[in-house]
């Protein structure tokens, strides 16, 4: 049973820094294409970040420059770091263990999940930026 679990979202100023942390479970990690997406009211899901197993990583045009995702497959870990954070950002951040892509992220633009395989997510963690 694969269990992710997602930490870190909080309440942040316009400009500001947070950093999102993800433990999973259930699976062999260093298999799997791991990533972020994230869920604004109102709005589509939207996909914010890819890593491959090797650390190659992806990122939406919209967090370039600004966040960055990183992974520690012995601990079966992951985390994002976003920086210079705007109200563009908040949102629901779901961590994702790519099961459908294998080990590379299949898409140089990163992609939500398939809810077909709704196991491979986490609840997700809050973000809200006030500007």
């Known amino acids: 049973q694969v269990q992710v679990t997602e930490s870190g979202g909080d309440f942040v100023q316009a400009g500001g820094s947070l950093t999102l942390s993800c433990t999973v479970s259930g699976l062999t990690f260093n298999n799997y294409a791991m990533g972020w997406f994230r869920q604004a009211p109102g709005k589509e899901r939207e996909g914010v970040a890819c890593?491959?197993?090797?650390?190659?990583?992806f990122y939406a045009d919209s967090v370039k420059g600004r966040f960055s995702i990183s992974r520690d497959n012995s601990q079966s870990t992951l985390n994002l770091q976003m920086n210079n954070l705007n109200s563009e950002d908040t949102g629901i951040y779901f961590c994702v263990a790519y099961v459908e892509q294998g080990r590379y992220c299949s898409n140089s633009v990163p992609t939500p999940p398939s809810r077909k395989v709704r196991e491979t997510w986490g609840e997700g963690t809050q973000v809200v930026v006030s500007s």
């Open positions: 890593i491959s197993w090797n650390s190659a990583s």
